[in-house]
């Protein structure tokens, strides 16, 4: 594509300057000018196509690749289903059970707040903004460690292990709610 970019503005200022090359001599000098100009014209139309083809070409990368990091955040497709309720997959089971997802949903329910007066997926919400927000900050060095080992070591951004505990510990307070 540099290349290309290259060449376009190499023809454009030949034909720049083979325009007003061959208008000057021949015409009267307003004319020239004119065709001098349009020639300029011409050359800063051509190499802003190129810029401006070139920029948006950067963009789109930069989208796509913002566009798989939000979906890696928000989705955490491989280990939460997306319906509702949201469930654990077979891999969110097998996640949950490595980093001990419903010890730390029980140690850290404190946290919380008191969500027992609010509707399921009012507690599911809560849960999943707690987990993804504000865990990590509340996790002691142990338990923070422990999760980012697994993350690390297993190719997950951190906030999927979160999501993982946030819906684990929905499941513990929704149970507890229907025992009491």
């Known amino acids: 594509m540099k290349l290309d970019n290259f060449w376009a503005a190499i023809i454009g200022v ?6 007003w090359f061959l208008a000057r001599p021949s015409v009267k000098d307003s004319i020239s000018d004119e065709i001098a100009f349009s020639g300029f014209v011409s050359l800063v139309i051509c190499a802003s196509h190129f810029r401006l083809s070139d920029l948006i070409d950067m963009v789109n990368e930069r989208v796509e690749s913002l566009a798989n990091r939000v979906g890696e955040i928000d989705g955490g497709q491989e280990e939460v289903e997306d319906h509702s309720p949201r469930a654990l997959t077979e891999k969110g089971r097998i996640l949950s059970k490595a980093v001990n997802a419903k010890d730390l949903a029980t140690k850290y329910r404190s946290h919380l707040g008191s969500v027992n007066t609010k509707q399921a997926y009012d507690i599911q919400e809560a849960c999943l903004a707690f987990a993804e927000l504000d865990m990590l900050e509340a996790l002691d060095d142990e338990d923070s460690r422990a999760v980012k080992k697994y993350a690390y070591e297993n190719g997950k951004s951190v906030e999927r292990v979160l999501r993982v505990i946030g819906i684990e510990m929905r499941d513990m307070i ?3 709610r ?3």
Do not use: I, P
Request: proline share 0%.
């Open 14 to 19: 030949a034909a720049y300057w083979t325009l």
């Open 174 to 176: 929704l149970a507890q």
């Open 178 to 180: 229907e025992n009491d």
